[in-house]
């Protein structure tokens, strides 16, 4: 075959779940190991080569956790609202299994940002929970996470609730650069961003690697268990649909017999027109 003959990739190649499926068989062994080395490098430059905190001493450590899980949230809702257009105008036929699979992940990572943040904020702070902007607008996510959760479990048609499910969370999406820019909007007791920000990162090398190293592997985690959300869903609706087609076979035949019985023996069943 030549280059001239070769296709070029493109995401609708992956409109077919049966070659979805095939591919995630290929990748999802290579993924696991790289994301256990990733977290293996990544737990390791944290504790032995990260430094404490002069001020903070070892409770800097929970950085480490509380930062990668912040950004996963925030990312998460990005492939949901990339789902979400996917599913309302390209129509594509996996955007909303997309979506709806990183809708848990989602909360997972609000909830652990939001948990370690808190343990985090104690010894800093001196309370675990304060009503400023970076706080709420994380709780907000988690609320707004929970309630597409249960929107989809509300509609029992994929398609109804797929639909629905994108229009919400296109509404959503404002709350993302509430949360990214709160601290820079409003003057609260979060600290300011120092890694994403336009005059570079604010924190010296040896923290700022090992947390991009474990951001690296939470990536990799959301990326694993998302594929394996995404087949799950898969299979789930085959046997749906495989159900559904039993139930109007036995229904039909049901009716068959119905209609066999009520007709006088000897006589056709009355056809119409």
């Known amino acids: 075959m030549t280059d001239t003959q070769k296709k070029s990739f493109s995401i609708w190649d992956l409109a077919n779940p049966t070659r979805f499926l ?13 994301t256990v080395v990733a977290f293996a490098a990544g737990l390791y430059l944290t504790f032995f080569y990260a430094p404490d905190d002069y001020q903070q001493g070892a409770t800097v450590k929970i950085m480490f956790i509380h930062v990668p899980a912040a950004w996963l949230a925030m990312f998460a809702y990005m492939v949901m609202t990339i789902g979400s257009l996917g599913t309302l105008i390209w129509k594509h036929p996996l955007a909303d ?20 943040g808190s343990l985090w904020g104690k010894p800093m702070w001196g309370t675990w929970w304060v009503w400023d902007a970076r706080l709420t607008s994380m709780l907000v996510l988690l609320i ?18 797929g639909k629905a499910a994108a229009i919400l969370t296109l509404v ?5 650069p509430i949360i990214k820019f709160s601290v820079d909007w409003w003057s609260t007791l979060h600290q300011p961003a120092s890694v994403l920000t336009l005059d570079g990162p604010k924190i010296h090398a040896s923290i700022l690697i090992p947390l991009l190293v474990m951001a690296f592997a939470f990536t990799l985690l959301f990326t694993a268990l998302h594929f394996k959300a995404m087949k799950n869903e898969i299979l789930r609706r085959r046997i749906r649909t495989m159900q559904m087609q039993a139930a109007r076979s036995v229904a039909s035949g049901n ?19």
């Open 172 to 176: 959503g999406f404002i709350n993302i």
């Open 22 to 34: 095939s591919i995630l068989d290929k990748i999802m062994t290579p993924l696991v190991i790289l």
């Open 144 to 161: 707004i996470y929970l309630g597409l959760m249960a929107l989809w479990r509300t509609i029992d048609d994929p398609i109804r609730a």
């Open 97 to 116: 299994v997309s979506a709806k699979a990183a809708g848990p992940l989602g909360a997972a990572f609000t909830f652990v940002s939001l948990v370690t």
């Open 255 to 273: 009716g068959a017999v119905a209609a066999s019985r009520a007709t006088p023996s000897g006589q056709k069943p009355a056809t119409t027109h």
